[in-house]
């Protein structure tokens, strides 16, 4: 059995540009110059996967989530 993959995504209209995300994922994203999130990679590592849930958990505004990629 393979190991569950996942991505993250971000709702534009949700999102204040906090920037929560990025100090607790800056491995997967970085901020625009306005504050809101770029995302990169279209997959999370699997080392990443426990710190981006904690970030989506963070998000103030709940404009991130954790996306369980079915194959």
Known sequence: MSRPRYKLV????????AGVCAEL????????????PIIH???VPPG???LARRATVSCPRLALTLVRIES
Request: with cysteine; hydrophobic share 45%.
């Open 48 to 50: 990443l996967v426990d």
């Open 41 to 43: 990679g279209a997959e």
């Open 10 to 17: 971000v709702d534009p209209i949700a999102c204040d540009g």
């Open 25 to 36: 994922l800056p491995e997967m994203i970085s901020l625009d110059p306005w504050g809101f």
